[in-house]
């Protein structure tokens, strides 16, 4: 599921980008009314949308207005505005939840998915996924070879999902690093990265090159 995130501040901006890649979604990002606006026309895989309120050309609330015009695409909006008016007003115009700063990642992550499974947009997230032979079911975070599970560290799970998010794309190994770092302090290293690797493709009982080494460059998932 591809994510639009619109905040003008870059840390808080680059934090949601790399947390939303951890858990497995497709992030697209935006600072200003106009670039949003301008992502989601350009955009059309775009399935849910994080909005601040105050932006440097305007607010959240007009970039809420035009999505109601055409879709009820899931929204829920970030703000550092914690009071009643606010929230009443997100509410109004259409938005389906909000959260206010500073937020802990796992509760935006749980309100996300809280909201996917009203919205009934959810379903993306719990469709099953073809790895070659191989069936992953999001919703369980199950890993399948045929009707047998193969059974993967939360590492491995999450280091497939990178690679299954950019499937057809070249990941340098600072990107894949990036897409695993953790919320809580946690990261990998570029040796352990290479562990990890080795022991999905073991796993994948890689005969057929799913996940493919770039020489002098990085990885790519084919499957």
Not at 19 to 33: K, M, Q, R
């Amino acid at each position: 599921m591809k994510v639009l995130v619109v905040e003008d501040d870059k840390i808080i901006l680059e934090g949601l980008r790399y947390s939303l890649l951890g858990e497995g979604y497709e992030v697209v990002t935006a600072c200003s009314v106009e670039g949003a606006l301008e992502m989601l026309e350009m955009d059309r895989g775009i399935a849910f949308c994080l909005l601040d309120i105050m932006l440097p050309d305007g607010t959240g609330y007009e970039i809420c207005r035009k999505i109601r015009e055409k879709s009820r695409m899931p929204i829920l909006f970030l703000t550092a505005c914690d009071d009643e008016v606010n929230t009443v007003m997100a509410l109004e115009l259409g938005a389906d939840d909000y959260i206010a700063k500073p937020f802990r990642v796992r509760e935006l992550m749980a309100r996300m998915k809280a909201i996917l499974r009203r919205t009934g947009e959810y379903q993306e997230q719990e469709a099953l996924t073809k790895i070659g032979r191989f069936t992953l079911n999001p919703k369980t975070g199950k890993l399948y070879d045929k009707e047998t599970e193969v059974v993967l560290t939360a590492m491995e799970y999450k280091l497939l999902l990178v690679f299954l998010n950019h499937r057809g794309q070249i990941l340098t190994r600072q990107q894949i690093l990036s897409c695993l770092w953790d919320e809580v302090g946690d990261f990998v290293n570029d040796n352990t990265l290479s562990v990890y690797i080795k022991r999905l493709r073991a796993k994948l009982e890689d005969e057929n090159n799913l996940i493919q080494t770039v020489r002098g460059i990085g990885y790519r998932m084919e499957a």
